[in-house]
């Protein structure tokens, strides 16, 4: 019974691996797909308005952007625009910068880089 077992666990255990190796590149491997793509591989559940927000961090670029700048681009209430991007920091999407007054947010560098070269959302502003 108890090797019947370990043959499960370990066919399971192939399964798994070939599922991660299929979700997350070999390290060194350069990234590739939209900056959307990119951020979901960051993290799997990344929202509607989280979308909405990575093209326009993109453009931002490392100069970053206030939640009031992400607000009035999509034109969303500042205070949703505050929390959406908290979460997104949360994630692991983006930095926040509270060095200065009003915040300033940027996408992370692995996705920086992504969106220095792609776009893949409708052009506001």
């Known amino acids: ?18 599922h991660a190796a299929g979700l997350s590149p070999a ?8 900056l959307t793509e990119q951020a979901r591989r960051i993290h799997r559940m990344l ?3 989280q ?3 990575l093209p326009l961090l993109a453009a931002a670029g490392e100069h970053g952007a206030t939640a009031g700048d992400i607000a009035r681009a ?4 500042p205070a949703n625009a505050t929390i959406t991007l908290n979460a997104m920091v949360k994630a692991g999407l983006l ?5 200065s007054v009003p915040y300033l947010f940027r996408l992370v560098p692995e996705l920086l880089t ?5 776009s893949d959302g409708p052009d506001k502003g």
Do not use: I
């Open 114 to 118: 992504v969106g220095d070269t792609e």
């Open 27 to 34: 390290p060194g491997a350069p990234q590739t797909g939209t």
């Open 95 to 99: 930095r926040k910068d509270e060095s």
């Open 1 to 18: 019974m108890l090797e019947a077992m370990a043959n499960a666990l370990e066919a399971a255990a192939a399964v798994l691996r070939r």
């Open 51 to 53: 979308e909405q927000m």
């Open 47 to 49: 929202g509607e308005r």
């Open 74 to 77: 999509l034109e969303y209430d």
